[in-house]
């Protein structure tokens, strides 16, 4: 029996007014991601880094990925829904 176990490799952190961030690195897939985690709301989203895109600005700005990448998702509904 052959087990798959994906570590997550953390290659930067930072922490600002309760807001826990996170840089981490998949080996087995290859995928970039910013992982968020607000410590007082206990909320939190992870945000991957796209073909072309720096991770260290991810890391810096993930509220500003975030919504662009929810307005990406609202669009590709709304065009979905609209053919």
Known sequence: MTSTT???RELAYRRNDGLDIRLV???ATDRVAVALHDGKTGEGFEV???PGERA???FHHPFAYAAVREAARKRS???AGAA
């Open 6 to 8: 994906s570590t997550l």
């Open 25 to 27: 690195w998949d080996p």
């Open 48 to 50: 991957e880094v796209g």
């Open 56 to 58: 260290l600005d991810v």
């Open 77 to 79: 509904q709304e065009y």
